[in-house]
């Protein structure tokens, strides 16, 4: 049988639709599963665009994407974590169980990581084989879409959640579509005040509507200065990083409180120049570096907050589009005027 898929056929940019074999072969301890919404994230802009990463880590052909919900239509003769019928999203990251850090529970840094629709073939297809221990299963009386964007909402929890927010002063850096998600966390969980910091007006305008109490835009004001005032001259309490741009993290060295914290998901291009001593030392900060999500604790705080009804995923999913207009949504990704783009097969 045959399906449609969205595949990095060659060593270039772009991605092609193709007609390939449902996966239906399954070893042992994996499951097919019939993908009911799949969303882009930035690695999938990253590969359609074949910049110097993807051209360093993908192997082509493979069928791209990796944030998804779907229904489990078969599985194979060793799973008992699913049954048919179910319905799931995965946890992206295939551990080898084996290493160290597995060996200690820390499956987030395992050294032998996987990445489905990065090492392995993912969710941009009407089909995708999935390791059972990755799949988390969904209250399917949840809008599928809103259980397709669990994965990112997931490196957002990890991002916000790592350090205590509620009744603080949190600054969110970058208000992509992960950012903005960071955004809704700290409203739902009680933050103090939020700030967000964001050149672009569309996501300014989203950060406002999800729950962000000030917006600083960079190229408009001065965000060391408007930090202090917005904070009465004692700086943040706990910054989130989500940007992986050079000049707002080294600000926000400036502006995070003595005794502050400092979640950092984002990922810089270049070398970034910190005063360590005064900034760090001095201050006493603890700078905590986000990998993917904890397995499986970030997805239970995911679950819960999902449930919870407290977010605003309405509003941080933005577009809706057939999986074959793929050409369509990376562009609007790639302009910045979105929050979570989602593709129906």
Same mark, same amino acid.
């Given at each position: 049988?045959?399906?449609?898929?969205?595949?990095?056929?060659?060593?270039?940019?772009?991605?092609?639709?193709?007609?390939?074999?449902?996966?239906?072969?399954?070893?042992?301890? *994996?499951?097919?599963?019939?993908?009911?919404?799949?969303?882009?994230?930035?690695?999938?802009?990253?590969?359609?665009?074949?910049?110097?990463?993807?051209? @360093?880590?993908? !192997?082509?052909?493979?069928?791209?994407?990796? *944030?998804?919900?779907?229904?489990?239509?078969?599985? @194979?003769?060793?799973?008992?974590?699913?049954?048919?019928?179910?319905?799931?999203?995965?946890?992206?990251?295939?551990?080898?169980? *084996?290493?160290?850090?597995?060996?200690?529970?820390?499956?987030?840094?395992?050294? %032998?990581?996987? +990445?489905?629709?990065?090492?392995?073939?993912?969710?941009?297809?009407?089909?995708?084989?999935?390791?059972?221990?990755?799949?988390?299963?969904?209250?399917?009386?949840?809008?599928?879409?809103?259980?397709?964007?669990?994965?990112?909402?997931?490196?957002?929890?990890?991002?916000?959640?790592?350090?205590?927010?509620?009744?603080?002063?949190?600054?969110?850096?970058?208000?992509?579509?992960?950012?903005?998600?960071?955004?809704?966390?700290?409203?739902?969980?009680?933050?103090?005040?939020?700030?967000?910091?964001?050149?672009?007006?569309?996501?300014?305008?989203?950060?406002?509507?999800?729950?962000?109490?000030?917006?600083? %835009?960079?190229?408009?004001? &001065?965000?060391?200065?408007?930090?202090?005032?917005?904070?009465?001259?004692?700086?943040?309490?706990?910054?989130?990083?989500?940007?992986?741009?050079?000049?707002?993290?080294?600000?926000?060295? !400036?502006?995070?409180?003595?005794?502050?914290?400092?979640?950092?998901?984002?990922?810089?291009?270049?070398? +970034?120049?910190?005063?360590?001593? %005064? &900034?760090?030392?001095?201050?006493?900060?603890? +700078?905590?570096?986000?990998?993917?999500?904890?397995?499986?604790?970030?997805?239970?705080?995911?679950?819960?907050?999902?449930?919870?009804?407290?977010?605003?995923?309405?509003?941080?999913?933005?577009?809706?589009?057939?999986?074959? &207009?793929? *050409? !369509?949504?990376?562009?609007?990704?790639?302009?910045?005027?979105?929050?979570?783009?989602?593709?129906?097969?």
């Amino acid at each position: 049988m045959e399906m449609t898929a969205i595949i990095k056929e060659t060593r270039a940019a772009g991605l092609k639709i193709v007609k390939k074999q449902v996966p239906d072969q399954l070893k042992p301890d *994996e499951v097919l599963v019939k993908v009911i919404v799949t969303s882009i994230c930035g690695t999938d802009v990253h590969i359609y665009k074949w910049d110097k990463w993807s051209q @360093g880590r993908i !192997k082509p052909p493979l069928t791209t994407g990796h *944030e998804f919900c779907g229904k489990v239509i078969k599985i @194979g003769s060793k799973v008992t974590k699913v049954k048919v019928g179910d319905v799931v999203s995965a946890e992206t990251h295939i551990v080898c169980g *084996e290493c160290e850090f597995c060996k200690r529970g820390e499956y987030h840094i395992c050294k %032998n990581t996987k +990445i489905i629709g990065v090492d392995t073939d993912g969710c941009f297809a009407e089909y995708a084989k999935m390791p059972a221990y990755n799949l988390i299963v969904n209250n399917s009386g949840i809008d599928p879409k809103f259980l397709s964007i669990q994965e990112p909402l997931g490196n957002a929890v990890h991002t916000m959640l790592h350090f205590d927010i509620k009744d603080k002063t949190v600054a969110v850096v970058g208000c992509g579509p992960i950012g903005l998600m960071g955004v809704n966390i700290a409203k739902a969980v009680g933050a103090k005040k939020i700030i967000a910091i964001e050149v672009n007006d569309y996501r300014i305008k989203l950060a406002k509507e999800l729950g962000a109490d000030v917006v600083i %835009n960079p190229l408009k004001e &001065d965000v060391i200065q408007r930090v202090f005032e917005e904070t009465d001259g004692t700086g943040i309490d706990v910054v989130t990083e989500f940007s992986g741009n050079k000049q707002a993290i080294e600000q926000a060295f !400036k502006y995070v409180k003595p005794g502050g914290k400092m979640s950092m998901l984002g990922i810089v291009p270049s070398n +970034i120049e910190i005063d360590l001593s %005064n &900034d760090v030392v001095f201050k006493g900060i603890t +700078i905590y570096g986000v990998v993917g999500r904890l397995l499986f604790k970030t997805w239970d705080q995911v679950t819960e907050l999902v449930q919870s009804g407290k977010l605003n995923l309405d509003k941080i999913i933005t577009h809706t589009l057939p999986l074959k &207009d793929i *050409e !369509k949504g990376m562009e609007i990704m790639i302009s910045g005027n979105s929050g979570k783009v989602v593709l129906i097969p």
